[in-house]
C-alpha cells in the first residue's frame, strides 16, 4: 500500500535531550512537510522541503532542524533547544504544484 | 501576515441536524483551498479542495463548500449529519505559488446520536 509512516507513535524525551521522528513516503512525492498540531492552534507548519537536498524553514522551525537525503525519507530532530516540544507532529508529503498534500498518522511527543 | 480563521472551535449538534464551518482567509492574491477531517485515531485525510472553476465543491461523505472570492470565505456545509461525522475539521489555505499550507485552527464537531 502506498502512503507515509512515521515512528514511532509515542516519543518521550527527556530534558535536554535531542529526539528524532521519523517519516517516510512510498508514494514518489517530492515534496514533504512537517507540521506541529497543538490543541486549538490548527496545524503550524515547522519545516519543508521541495526537492532532495533542499529544505526551507516554516513559522515555527526554531528548535527543530531536519534532512532530506532521501526522497522517501524526512526526519525531524527534536533539539534540546526546543522549549516547548510537547505536541502532536503530523508529516505529509505532496507532488509540488499539485497542492493537495497526504498525512501520515503522526507521532505524539511528550516531555519526561 | 497570511491567515486562516475558523470561527467555530467546538460544535455539538444532534444527528440529522444540518451544519456549517466557516473559514474566513486574509490574503490577496490566488489561492487553493482545501478541507480535511480528522476522525478520532485515524490519519488527517482531505474532505474537498476548490482549485478553480465552480465555486461550489462536493467531498466524500456529503459534504460540499462554497468558495465566495468577495468575502474571502470557504465554508463547509453538510445537510444531515451522522454521528460518524463526530471529527475535528481544518480549513486550509494555499497561497498560490508558495508550496506552502496555512491551517485554520480547527473545528472540533462533535454528533450526538
Known amino acids: 500500500d502506498g502512503g507515509i509512516t512515521q515512528s514511532p507513535k509515542y516519543l518521550f524525551r527527556k530534558e535536554g535531550q535531542n529526539v528524532t521522528l521519523s517519516c517516510e513516503q512510498n508514494?514518489?512525492?517530492?515534496?514533504m512537510y512537517w507540521y506541529r498540531q497543538d490543541p486549538g492552534q490548527g496545524l503550524r507548519l515547522i519545516y519543508y522541503?521541495?526537492?532532495?537536498?533542499?529544505?526551507q524553514k516554516g513559522d515555527i522551525a526554531e528548535g527543530y532542524s531536519v534532512s532530506r537525503e532521501k526522497k522517501e525519507s524526512f526526519p525531524l530532530t527534536v533539539t534540546s533547544a526546543q522549549k516547548n516540544p510537547t505536541a502532536f507532529y503530523l508529516c505529509?508529503?505532496?507532488?509540488?504544484?499539485?497542492?493537495?498534500?497526504?498525512f501520515g498518522p503522526g507521532t505524539r511527543l511528550l516531555v519526561l | 501576515a497570511q491567515s486562516v480563521s475558523q470561527h467555530n472551535h467546538h460544535v455539538i449538534l444532534s444527528e440529522a441536524a444540518s451544519l456549517e464551518l466557516g473559514c474566513n482567509y486574509s490574503?490577496?492574491?490566488?489561492?487553493?483551498l482545501f478541507w480535511y477531517v480528522q476522525y478520532p485515531g485515524q490519519h488527517l485525510q482531505l474532505l474537498l479542495k476548490y482549485f478553480s472553476g465552480d465555486p461550489l465543491v462536493k467531498g466524500i461523505k456529503g459534504f460540499e463548500a462554497e468558495f465566495i472570492k468577495s468575502k474571502f470565505s470557504f465554508n463547509l456545509r453538510k445537510p444531515s449529519v451522522q454521528w460518524s461525522d463526530t471529527a475535528e475539521y481544518f480549513c486550509a489555505v494555499n497561497p498560490i505559488s508558495t508550496g506552502k499550507l496555512i491551517f485554520g485552527q480547527g473545528t472540533t464537531l462533535q454528533v450526538k446520536p
Open positions: 490574503y490577496g492574491g490566488t489561492v487553493n
Open positions: 522541503s521541495q526537492i532532495v537536498n533542499d529544505f
Open positions: 505529509a508529503s505532496s507532488i509540488p504544484g499539485k497542492e493537495t498534500q497526504y
Open positions: 508514494l514518489n512525492h517530492d515534496a
